[in-house]
């Protein structure tokens, strides 16, 4: 039998999407492998949010290109880099065999056949709306390849795109324009897919999209969703990522505390604490607007956990833009915080704004900000210790020996000595100590 071998680069739509893909190849008859020189295909599902991992899939690319001198391989370039570059990739890189963007995901089998038959070229048109909800993702693909049954020992966890797609263009972004307009799923679609997962095992479902809180069809929101999926029995975790501030309401949180099987973790992206930045990058609400949904989220879940993102050096950025990001930082005390340094992305509003911010400034605070989220993140973690947590086991430490790795409820990693036989469950676990971003403890 031929076997694949799938990089996945981004955000955790594009760890879906790589599922989808490694499901389309398995009805094709085809094998994962981990040993990349052993593949006789090669995917790379990638990221063009930022320049840096961008400049990741062309090293990639470089690095196969050797494999495919030594034997007979095809390689494919999938995702938002795909979507955004098409023909340009080939041109650029002959040892590139075909490219399909974002829009091409089920169109993979097809693809292949005619990458086999030696035709190179590029997948990138757009689909209608229906035909998006009709033939792609957002019918479930149980009935073409049957998700495995969920066996002791392998992981619990599974994730459902409930949405694709952004309509919010704010400046800096590249997604709206490699990802497409939002697309949401029929809910019935949804509940068809969560319940079957439960049923073959799952204990915890995260719901995905790039603007998951947008969702919206003409009979639904995304209260409905994360309701109907939270009434499933069996289902012991809902989780959902990302939401947008805007689309948040006090009726969502009131959902989050009444439903004690929605994890209490929350990813906020906030971008910027400064009114005039969060204004340039499109964001449509000031910082007293997200802090005081925060204050509502935080006085009804006093034990939730916030996540956000960052970006320091954004156009016009002053010492006082930042400090107010400081600030905000101070206030709110994120567990984690995804911080970059802002480089422009083709195609966005900001790139014909003046990138006046050198880069060692850009560096500089970037650590500032750092060096605060760390000592913050410090204390969360302390914070934990001594307490006693419900742990969803998931596999196996890489390093150390008998030692099982899970996950709280607010989304912290906990390393347990136990059996591997408990990978998949649920078990009552004292925190008895911590390392740098983990804890330790004991059943």
């Known amino acids: 039998m031929k076997s694949f071998f799938i990089q ?9 999407d790589s599922q989808k893909i490694k499901e389309q190849l398995q009805a094709e008859k085809y094998t994962e492998t981990e040993d990349i020189t052993k593949a006789d295909i090669i995917i790379a599902n990638t990221c063009s949010v930022r320049h840096n991992p961008e400049n990741k899939v062309y090293s990639f690319v470089g690095r196969t290109r050797r494999l495919k001198e030594k034997k007979k391989v095809l390689l494919g370039i999938a995702g938002c880099v795909a979507q955004q570059e098409g023909n340009r990739i080939l041109k650029k890189y002959p040892s590139v065999d075909f490219v399909f963007g974002t829009d091409q995901l089920f169109s993979l089998p097809t693809i ?25 993702n957002f019918i479930p693909t149980l009935e073409k390849t049957p998700v495995q049954e969920v066996t002791p020992g392998s ?12 309509n919010n263009f704010c400046s800096y972004c590249i997604v709206p324009y ?7 799923r029929p809910l019935h679609t949804i509940i068809e897919e969560a319940t079957t997962l439960v049923a073959q095992g799952v204990k915890e479902i995260l719901l995905v999209g790039q603007n998951v809180n947008a969702y919206k069809t003409r009979e639904h929101s995304f209260y409905d969703v994360l309701k109907a999926v939270s009434d499933i029995k069996g289902l012991a975790r809902v989780r959902f990522t990302s939401p947008h501030p805007n689309f948040w ?12 099987n929605i994890a209490t973790l929350l990813h906020f992206p906030l971008q910027s604490g400064s009114d005039s930045i969060l204004k340039a990058m499109f964001r449509h609400h000031t910082a007293a607007q997200y802090k005081a949904k925060v204050d509502y989220l935080q006085e009804k879940i006093p034990n939730l956990f916030l996540t956000t993102d960052i970006i320091v050096g954004f156009p016009g950025e002053t010492l006082d833009d930042f400090q107010a990001t400081l600030d905000m930082i101070e206030k709110v005390r994120f567990w984690q915080i995804y911080a970059f340094k802002y480089s422009p992305r083709p195609g966005t509003k900001s790139e014909a704004m003046e990138d006046s911010i050198p880069l060692k400034e850009k560096q500089r605070r970037l650590a500032a900000l750092l060096a605060l989220q760390s000592k913050i993140q410090d204390e969360k973690l302390d914070s934990l210790v001594g307490t006693k947590q419900e742990i969803l086991f998931d596999s196996v430490h890489p390093q150390e020996k008998n030692v099982i790795v899970g996950t709280t409820d607010h989304g912290v990693r906990v390393n347990v000595q136990a059996p591997e036989a408990y990978i998949g469950e649920i078990k009552n676990v004292t925190i008895s100590g911590r390392k740098t971003y983990s804890l330790i403890g004991t059943i």
């Open 8 to 16: 996945t680069f981004g955000c955790q739509m594009n760890v879906h």
């Open 112 to 136: 292949l056949q005619k990458a086999e038959e030696g035709i190179r070229a590029s997948y990138t048109d757009w689909l209608t709306t229906e035909h998006n909800i009709k033939e792609q």
């Open 155 to 166: 992981d619990p966890k599974a994730m459902i795109a409930i949405a694709k797609g952004c």
């Open 178 to 184: 490699t990802r497409g307009q939002l697309i949401s």
């Open 249 to 260: 309401n006090n009726e969502l949180t009131d959902l989050m505390t009444d439903r004690a």
